[in-house]
């Protein structure tokens, strides 16, 4: 037998597919990727093609074996993370979709969604509070997967009945790839983890095990749900008749935000990453039992290492953050590249007083408020473009310290490092002002595919390619840390000014105005 050198994590993403064979030392060996294609039937909808998205996994597998050369033999085991909350359901007898996956992004149920918040036993407060929350941790929300399920079943005649049969089964998208890498109808196995079952508002977050209360309100037959597995564990094993063309264990599950937060090694409480794309992404490791935000963030399951206690995380996200790059790029036209952010904002020396909240849509954690919109505050006759492109990568940053702020109260364990990944951290500007505006250390690792890498450690721990957390391989170095250099005084002083700008957006649009602007 060859020597077994690598992992193979699979990237399931919602705009694209990857496959990433990774070393020993934790460095990635070969990849390859492939897109696949949106679909939005209607305004707020957005469906993708299940068979699709497996064809264009079984692709990327044969295509990153074949650019390094690896036999499918020395592959100790193979990781999956993915787009969360993603809904696919399909005949067991045959392997096909009865309907297009129902993306993470859909609003489809959005009516349903008003409905279920005036249910008496099911409202919710200004911050999410409530009956769903205490069970699942998230909100009533079209996000997660338990509506769209519903959906399906609800408008596909006689799926409910087949489903209650055990001839249709559901799956985010893990649990799709791993049913059909082992074989799919030829005896796949029906699995998720708990980081993505924590994600269909289904799960009760505190037993780990599908709750009945959730399961019976939305009317879903329990004989169509996966099992929910720890995220490191042994499922099954690749089909010799797959794309690996061997039989390698399956050993690892984790939903993409919570792979991340294992791939940046948040091992300990209190640890956290966030990650930088057109929105932002944070968890922060809360320890063994979940903590329930007082501030409208949510309770997630992190990751599950075999027998081990399940970790939990704090999670928010901002809708726009590297988007308001986007818009000084394609609305105001003052940068030509994302890029260039940088060069023009280190022309100056401080944004000039200027503040720009991009609450485009309402701000979200922590203030949860559908009355704001977008905002430039401070403007004087000696404001140049420079300061106002400063002023856009500060309110990333200054996003991000309302988020650390809240989840530090929540979870009484002060943040200490933000490990970071994404797009836009390729911007040392942008990183180097989050430490100031945190007060904190900023760490970005050499290697930015961090989702892929926490895959591939939840599937090397569990065949004991790596022997445990402490021990796995950091990636080879060239990680760099950021550190505050600014007073406390000044840091506080800029806070400030941020929290007075955010009050200058609240309150713009009223009720009826909402929908139109
Ligand atoms: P996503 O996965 O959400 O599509 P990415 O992780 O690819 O996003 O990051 C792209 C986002 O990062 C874009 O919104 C872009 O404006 C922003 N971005 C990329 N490079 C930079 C940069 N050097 N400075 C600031 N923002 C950047």
Redesign the pocket.
């Given at each position: 037998m060859p020597e077994k050198r690598y992992v193979a994590a699979i990237d399931q993403g919602t705009t694209s597919s990857r496959c990433i064979i990774w070393d020993r030392g934790g460095l990635p060996v070969c990849s390859d990727q492939r897109e696949h294609a949106q679909i939005f039937p209607k305004p707020g909808w957005v469906e993708h093609d299940a068979a699709e998205i497996w064809s264009s996994v079984r692709e990327v597998i044969k295509g990153a074996l074949a650019a390094g050369g690896v036999s499918p033999d020395e592959i100790a085991a193979v990781g999956v993370t993915n787009q969360r909350e993603t809904v696919v359901i399909w005949d067991r007898a045959t392997g096909k979709p009865i309907h297009n996956a129902i993306v993470w992004q859909c609003m489809r149920t959005q009516d349903f969604c008003g409905e279920w918040l005036k249910t008496p036993g099911w409202e919710q407060d200004r911050l999410g509070r409530g009956r769903v929350k205490d069970i699942t941790g998230l909100l009533i929300n079209p996000y997660f997967s338990g509506t769209k399920i519903k959906w399906i079943l609800d408008s596909t005649p006689g799926a409910r009945e087949r489903a209650s049969r055990g001839e249709l089964l559901f799956g985010n998208i893990d649990s799709w790839l791993i049913w059909n890498l082992t074989g799919g109808p030829n005896g796949g196995v029906h699995v998720t983890d708990v980081s993505n079952a924590s994600r269909t508002l289904l799960m009760d977050i505190k037993t780990l095990e599908w709750s009945g209360e959730m399961t019976r309100f939305l009317d879903i037959p329990r004989a169509m749900l996966p099992r929910i597995m720890p995220s490191s564990a042994v499922y099954g094993n690749t089909s010799p008749d797959g794309p690996f063309g061997a039989e390698i264990p399956i050993a690892g599950d984790l939903g993409d935000q919570q792979a991340a937060l294992f791939g940046q090694s948040c091992f300990g409480r209190g640890e956290a990453k966030n990650t930088?794309?057109?929105g932002c992404f944070m968890l922060m490791n809360v320890g063994d039992s979940p903590v329930f935000s007082g501030s409208g963030l949510l309770s997630t399951a992190a990751y599950k290492l075999g027998n081990e206690k399940c970790v939990y995380a704090l999670e928010g996200s901002v809708a726009i953050a590297?988007?308001a790059?986007?818009w000084l790029r394609d609305n105001l036209r003052i940068v030509d590249e994302?890029?260039d952010?940088?060069y023009l904002a280190n022309k100056v020396d401080d944004s000039g007083g200027v503040y720009f909240v991009p609450a485009f849509s309402g701000l979200y954690a922590p203030y949860w408020d559908t009355s704001a919109r977008g905002a430039i505050v401070g403007l004087t006759r000696y404001i140049r473009k420079e300061h106002i492109v400063r002023a856009t990568l500060e309110s990333i940053c200054y996003e991000t310290r309302d988020m650390v702020e809240a989840m530090n109260a929540d979870s009484g364990a002060p943040l200490s490092v933000l490990k970071v990944d994404?797009?836009?951290v390729?911007?040392s500007l942008?990183m180097q002002m989050q430490s100031d505006i945190l007060g904190a250390r900023v760490a970005r690792p050499a290697v930015n595919e961090t989702t892929a890498l926490g895959a591939a450690y939840a599937a090397g721990l569990s065949v004991g390619f790596w022997e445990s957390p402490a021990k796995l391989p950091s990636g080879g170095g060239g990680d760099v840390t950021f550190s505050p250099g600014i007073s406390d005084e000044k840091r506080e002083e800029g806070y400030r000014g941020w929290k007075k700008a955010i009050e200058k957006s609240r309150g713009w649009v009223n009720d009826e105005e909402r929908g139109a602007h």
């Open positions: 930088y794309g057109t590297g988007a790059i986007q994302s890029q952010s940088e994404g797009g836009a390729k911007n942008l």
